[in-house]
């Protein structure tokens, strides 16, 4: 059975840093395109970074809002995701998801797709003073 438990979320200040894990079950992680996932309160779920299964080149895909401040990273030997957040803003906060995303990660990130194979619980992102 699939599974994705999300985990490293709080309360951080503007400017402060998190890092997010996306610890996955059911297969092996690094034979996939795995994404991050975000939903603002009142918004949509949207993609927001990707990276590319090992085969693939493990190539990383960030939407603009993220760019330059996030970086997505795995670690096969656990079976996660991890998602490197600085440079935190109020605009950041969501609830964070992590999927397999059923698209390419190309299109994924620049469409914002949000159809996946299943969702986590997520793990809640606050960037407040």
């Known amino acids: 059975q699939v599974q994705y438990v999300e985990s490293g979320g709080g309360l951080v200040q503007p400017g402060g840093s998190l890092r997010l894990s996306c610890t996955v079950s059911?297969?092996?992680?690094?034979?996939?395109?795995i994404g991050w996932f975000r939903q603002a309160p009142g918004k949509e779920r949207e993609a927001i970074s990707c990276i590319s299964s090992e085969y693939s080149g493990a190539s990383t895909y960030y939407s603009d809002s993220v760019k330059g401040r996030f970086t997505i990273s795995r670690d096969n030997a656990k079976n996660t995701i991890n998602l490197q957040m600085n440079s935190l803003k109020p605009e950041d906060t969501a609830v964070y998801y992590c999927?397999?995303?059923?698209?390419?990660?190309?299109?994924?990130?620049?469409?914002?797709?949000?159809?996946?194979?299943?969702w986590g619980q997520g793990t809640q992102v606050t960037v407040s003073s």
């Open positions: 999927a397999r995303p059923l698209g390419p990660c190309s299109m994924t990130i620049a469409e914002k797709r949000s159809q996946v194979d299943t």
């Open positions: 059911g297969f092996t992680s690094e034979d996939y395109a």
